[in-house]
C-alpha cells in the first residue's frame, strides 16, 4: 500500500514542505468553501450550478473534491482515516444546520453522497500517488545502479 508520504519522500525536504502546506491550505479552502455552498439559500446555489447537475451527485463530486486533497494534506494512514472520519462528521453537522434553514432541507442521503464521495476521492487520490510512485521508482533505481 502505498501513500502520499512516499512521493513527498523522494522530494526534497523543502519541496514536501511547501506541496504538503498547499495541499492543508487546498483543504481548508474547500471544506470550507462546501460548507459555504452548503447553506447557502437554494436559488443562489441554483445559479452558480451551470450544469444543473443531480443534488446527490453534486453532493459526491464537492465532497469527492475534498478526499482527493485529504490524503495529500495529512499523509499518514491513520492521519487520513481520521480525516476521513473528520470531514464525514464535518458534513454530518452541515446536513443538520441545512435542516434547520428555511430554504434548504438536511437529508441522509445527502450525507451518504458526501461520505461516499470523500471515499471515492481519496481512493483516486490513492491511485494517483500509485501512478507517481511507478514513475518515480524507475528513475530512482536507474540512478542508483
Same mark, same amino acid.
Given at each position: 500500500?502505498?501513500?502520499?508520504?512516499?512521493?513527498?519522500?523522494?522530494?526534497?525536504?523543502? /519541496?514536501?514542505? #511547501?506541496?504538503?502546506?498547499?495541499?492543508?491550505?487546498?483543504?481548508?479552502? #474547500? /471544506?470550507?468553501? !462546501?460548507? !459555504?455552498?452548503?447553506?447557502?439559500?437554494?436559488?443562489?446555489?441554483?445559479?452558480?450550478?451551470?450544469?444543473?447537475?443531480?443534488?446527490?451527485?453534486?453532493?459526491?463530486?464537492?465532497?469527492? !473534491?475534498?478526499?482527493?486533497?485529504?490524503?495529500?494534506?495529512? /499523509?499518514? #494512514?491513520? @492521519?487520513?482515516?481520521?480525516?476521513?472520519?473528520?470531514?464525514?462528521?464535518?458534513?454530518?453537522? !452541515?446536513?443538520?444546520? @441545512?435542516?434547520?434553514?428555511?430554504?434548504?432541507?438536511?437529508?441522509?442521503?445527502?450525507?451518504?453522497?458526501?461520505?461516499?464521495?470523500?471515499?471515492?476521492?481519496?481512493?483516486?487520490?490513492?491511485?494517483?500517488?500509485?501512478?507517481?510512485?511507478?514513475?518515480?521508482?524507475?528513475?530512482?533505481?536507474? @540512478?542508483?545502479?
Amino acid at each position: 500500500m502505498t501513500s502520499a508520504a512516499e512521493v513527498y519522500g523522494a522530494l526534497s525536504a523543502k /519541496t514536501a514542505r #511547501r506541496l504538503r502546506l498547499l495541499a492543508r491550505i487546498c483543504l481548508g479552502f #474547500r /471544506t470550507v468553501f !462546501v460548507g !459555504v455552498l452548503s447553506l447557502m439559500p437554494g436559488p443562489a446555489v441554483a445559479q452558480i450550478d451551470p450544469f444543473d447537475l443531480n443534488d446527490k451527485i453534486a453532493h459526491f463530486i464537492a465532497y469527492g !473534491v475534498v478526499g482527493l486533497v485529504l490524503p495529500w494534506a495529512v /499523509t499518514l #494512514r491513520p @492521519q487520513v482515516a481520521a480525516g476521513l472520519a473528520a470531514l464525514t462528521a464535518y458534513s454530518g453537522l !452541515v446536513e443538520i444546520l @441545512q435542516a434547520m434553514l428555511s430554504e434548504r432541507s438536511g437529508e441522509w442521503l445527502d450525507l451518504a453522497a458526501n461520505g461516499a464521495g470523500l471515499g471515492a476521492g481519496t481512493v483516486v487520490s490513492g491511485g494517483v500517488v500509485w501512478v507517481i510512485l511507478a514513475a518515480i521508482r524507475p528513475r530512482s533505481r536507474a @540512478q542508483s545502479g
